[in-house]
């Protein structure tokens, strides 16, 4: 199986209109396009997610205009897309169709493919508890590093195919939802990945 995009080159920079932030403050947010094929016999449906690994750990250091957040500082995953039950016959998701600009406190019922469900997507956690923002956060909302780091973050879209037309999972589902539901019903996996880097001091590849 094969993922691909059109908005951005496998590797390379990924375009601000695809981030939830750019240097300026909130961006466009809208989702990439995406498309697959060679997908295997009997797949029943798609899962979707979108994972950022190199989110830091050490929260005081975000931020700061005082520090840069070092490359070798430890680093943990950080999610913002997830989406499963995409039914086989759909093969591309379009620019703009699941998140087009920042929701404050979050999308709550994001367009989609039709009988597609949407989950949690990490800004629910990092924005809980401010007055203005926090929520819970449905769908796509795209890259948003802080200006202070020097690691280009890379954003790893993994589609599965599945033998099952719909996961077992909560009403309010994360990426670790879906990862457990779709073990033992995986029938081929595709990954492409993105860059993007809001520190002025580094480049992101491309």
Not at 121 to 128: L, P
Not at 136 to 154: E, K, S
Request: glycine fraction near 10%; aromatic fraction near 10%; include cysteine.
């Amino acid at each position: 199986m094969r993922i691909w995009s059109e908005s951005f080159q496998p590797r390379g920079p990924i375009p601000a209109r695809y981030a939830m932030g750019r240097a300026e403050g909130l961006s466009d947010n809208r989702n990439p396009h995406l498309a697959w094929d060679e997908v295997p016999e009997g797949t029943r449906s798609f899962a979707l997610l979108c994972i950022d690994p190199d989110a830091p750990t050490v929260p005081e250091t975000v931020g700061r205009e005082d520090m840069q957040i070092p490359v070798e500082q430890p680093r943990a995953e950080f999610v913002h897309w997830v989406m499963a039950d995409v039914a086989a016959q759909v093969h591309a998701i379009a620019e703009g169709s699941c998140s087009d600009g920042v929701t404050a406190r979050g999308k709550q019922s994001p367009p989609g493919p039709e009988g597609a469900r949407q989950g949690l997507n990490d800004y629910t956690g990092w924005f809980a508890g401010d007055a203005d923002m926090g929520g819970d956060y449905f769908g796509y909302d795209g890259p948003y590093p802080p200006a202070n780091d020097l690691r280009v973050h890379r954003y790893f879209f993994r589609l599965f195919a599945l033998d099952v037309a719909r996961l077992e999972l909560p009403a309010r589902f994360t990426a670790a939802d879906v990862l457990r539901a779709v073990q033992g019903h995986v029938l081929a996996e595709a990954v492409v990945y993105g860059a993007y880097t809001l520190n002025p001091a580094v480049r992101a590849p491309g």
